[in-house]
Each structure stands twice: as C-alpha cells, then as structure tokens.
C-alpha cells in the first residue's frame, strides 16, 4: 500500500519564527490533507489539497503530486500553534480510507 | 459545514463491560464512516470503514467480534468496545467520507478500562 512519510519527526521553534514541514507519499494520491491535532486531541482539517498551493492565513500548503510530496508552511509562529500536524493521503478515487504519516511534532515556545 | 459530532468525549469502564462510541454527521449525510485508533504519541490506524445498511469492512488485525460497528443511518455510525480490557484504552476517532472539506473527523473519545 501507499507509504507516507513525515519530516522532521520533532520541531522545536521559538514565537515567530518560520518553518517548513514535508509530506513525501510513495504513489499517485486523489486527495491529501493536511491535519493538526492539538492537545486535547482533536483533528483539524487544515488544508485539502491532492495538487497545487492555498494559503489560509500564517498558514500554507503545497502540493507536487507529479513528485509526490507535499509541504505546509507556517509563519510567524504562536504558542497555540504547538501540537502534531499530520500529513494523510487517499490513493484511490472514491469514499476510500485516509492514511496517516506519523506526524510532525511541533512545540512553539515564547 | 460538514461537522462531525462524536460522543462521549471520555469515558472510564471497568473491565469486562461494553462501551459504545457515537458518530453522528449534522449537517451532511454519510453513507460511509471511518472508525480510527490512536495510541500515546503515535499515529492514526484504521480499524474499519462503515458503511450505510451493510457490514463493516475490518481492517487486517483488528477483532470485528469486540470492536462491533453499526451504521444503521446515513447520519449515524457506532463504534462498541465489548468486553473491553485494559489494552483497549486508547484514543477512538470517527471520520466521514469525504464532502467538499475533504474527510472530517470527529472530536474523539478517549477510553480508559479499569
């Protein structure tokens, strides 16, 4: 089946700054999403984007499916935006399963 | 749009009783659900994939007689945990199929059995 991997595995940022993180898959996907799963565990949707780029805010994504990978940007860091972020992929067309990477452990400190 | 209300949210049970976990889709109909499984730092894993007036489809590994999954309705989905044991405390997240958000995901329920 499709493999996804996610890098880094941990981030350590201080308020403000920058970062990227990167989703690689192994295979054609018809949707990917970008996920963040703050610390009461709830899953929010931030970005679905099988192709191409959207910005919502300090937040982007970018997605080159012809090279497999995808990468979430986030700008000018905050504290609440500590947490994991998961990268999931749907290979096949239709109401098909989600698979999940393992995850970017992000922690913002002021 | 496309909110996905899961409950409880927590839930504590001693060992050898059933839990059920609801799935509910508000605003949208969803002839397909997903049933997830988190462990403590680590990532999602499908457990099964329910579908509107038919089986369940379980994921390799995964019991279908303690983890039963009912889809009766298109805006209802449960998840029980029967017999459930200390092994199977863990963190139970719901999803729909996808609508113009892409999947959504409901808020969880953690289950501790004691």
């Known amino acids: 089946g499709i493999q996804v991997e996610q890098s880094p595995p941990d981030l350590i940022l201080q308020e403000g700054a920058n970062s990227t993180l990167r989703c690689n898959f192994s295979d054609s996907v018809n949707n990917l999403q970008w996920f963040h799963q703050n610390p009461w565990g709830q899953l929010i949707n931030l970005f679905y984007i099988p192709s191409g780029t959207k910005q919502n805010g300090r937040l982007s994504a970018t997605t080159v499916a012809t090279e497999r990978y995808s990468l979430l940007y986030i700008s000018s860091s905050q504290t609440t935006d500590s947490g994991v972020y998961f990268c999931?992929?749907?290979?096949?067309?239709?109401?098909?399963?989600?698979?999940f990477g393992a995850g970017t452990r992000l922690a913002v400190h002021p | 749009g496309a909110v996905v209300s899961q409950h409880p949210s927590r839930v504590i049970c001693k060992s050898g009783t059933s839990v059920k976990i609801e799935c509910r889709s508000l605003?949208?109909?969803?002839?397909?659900m997903f049933w997830y499984r988190q462990f403590p730092k680590q990532s999602l894993m499908l457990m099964a994939t329910s579908n509107e007036g038919s089986k369940a489809t379980y994921e390799q590994g995964v019991e279908k007689d303690k983890f039963l999954i009912n889809h009766a309705s298109l805006t209802l989905s449960t998840l029980t945990v029967t017999s459930a044991h200390p092994e199977d405390s863990s963190f139970y997240i719901c999803s729909a199929a996808p609508t113009n958000y892409g999947y959504t995901f409901g808020s969880g329920t953690r289950l501790t059995v004691v």
């Open positions: 605003d949208f109909q969803a002839t397909t």
């Open positions: 999931a992929v749907d290979d096949s067309g239709g109401y098909n399963k989600l698979i």
